[in-house]
């Protein structure tokens, strides 16, 4: 069972050489070269930006010791009068990273002035670390150096509960946003991703959309499990978009060991069937990305699109504010003066 399985996707060895999966041309170029960010991932001329405040610290509880550092996109739009939905991204410093290779504050910019997604604030937290720990950066996400590991890769609640029980009321203190589930997004990529899954499995009286980018569902401490955890489980009312590539990490530490458990690409896939089969609300892309941003980056506005597609529209052809784009709010009074 298991040597048909393996060849239904390619992996069987070749004579006594080097196994299929691991072979590549010699001068094969990264795949990652041919995806780009589009226009709707760069600043767009005559759209309002919105404003990133931060960073501020979490204490957790969840994981005592540790502190998580976040900031909040507030787009031109935001009107404190009506309730905005929301939309966290785990990792945030690398989605938030002005030249990385998402830049999801752009999106949300682009994609809200066009009435292509709801107003919505966005929260870009970073995992949880000590005092004494370095912030995580561009070249360093915090495997190495912070709580991201245990955080993000085990299945159990406790990433969750940083989410709903901590951040979100410290959200609500100052910022307007809907209590409504389906109003609430979370993404992330690679382990970033699992974590923002995990959170949306344990909590979706709270999270009902999930953005995944080249998701860490591998065995890194037991994330492979869920393709038969959901398949034996209720169903959940979650709506997810899974991103991955056919050159991400494909189960190999030392060139010449398959582990299928540690397959990026395949188990991305098995995840798909699994929520496919249990009637889930799934969409998912495959290209030849690595593990990397590369893909994910470049459709990144499609997948905002897909996720938050039910937002409210007037087809009322008399309502001009519906026909035209969205400008930024009038700000109060006392704010305006400062300016």
């Known amino acids: 069972m298991k040597r048909t399985l393996i060849f239904a ?18 001068d ?15 600043e767009e001329e005559g759209v309002p930006k919105g404003e990133i405040r931060g960073p501020f610290v979490l204490p957790s509880e969840a994981y005592p010791g540790t502190q998580h550092t976040y900031w909040v996109y507030v787009p031109a739009q935001y009107n404190p009068a009506v309730p905005a939905s929301l939309m966290v991204f785990n990792d945030g410093q690398a989605f938030m990273n ?18 292509e997604i709801p107003v919505m ?45 901590e951040l979100l009321p410290a959200l609500y203190k100052d910022y307007n946003i809907s209590k409504d589930p389906e109003r609430h997004g979370i993404g992330g990529a690679s382990s970033g991703a699992i974590a923002a899954f ?15 980018m080249i998701g860490s569902f591998t065995n890194i401490r037991g994330g492979h499990v869920y393709p038969e955890l959901i398949l034996k489980s209720d169903k959940r009312p979650i709506r997810i978009f899974l991103q991955d590539g056919r050159n ?10 398959y582990d299928q ?12 069937k699994a929520l496919t089969e249990k009637g889930y609300e799934v969409n ?38 519906e026909r035209w784009f969205a400008e930024p709010a009038a700000k109060p009074k006392a704010e305006a003066g400062k300016n």
């Open 9 to 26: 996707l390619g992996l069987l060895p070749v004579g006594f050489g080097t196994p299929v999966w691991a072979q590549k041309p010699a």
């Open 28 to 42: 094969a170029p990264n795949p990652d070269i041919h995806y780009h960010l589009g226009p709707d991932s760069l």
């Open 98 to 115: 002005p030249t990385g290779d998402v830049r999801a504050q752009n999106v949300m910019d682009n994609l809200i002035y066009r009435r």
């Open 121 to 165: 604030i966005g929260v870009f937290i970073n995992p949880g670390r000590r005092p004494d720990q370095p912030e995580p950066n561009a070249k360093e996400w915090g495997d190495k150096t912070t709580n991201r590991p245990t955080e993000y890769n085990t299945l159990d609640d406790k990433y969750a509960r940083v989410v709903c029980d």
């Open 198 to 212: 995990t959170v949306a499995w344990e909590r979706p009286d709270q999270f009902r959309k999930v953005l995944s």
């Open 248 to 257: 991400d990490n494909r189960g190999s530490r030392d060139g010449s060991t």
């Open 261 to 272: 458990t540690r397959d990026w690409f395949y188990q991305n896939v098995r995840l798909m």
């Open 284 to 321: 998912f892309t495959w290209g030849m990305n690595k593990h990397g941003q590369k893909m994910g980056g470049e459709i990144l506005p499609e997948m905002m699109r897909w996720l938050w597609r039910d937002q409210p529209v007037s087809t009322d052809p008399q309502d001009k504010t």
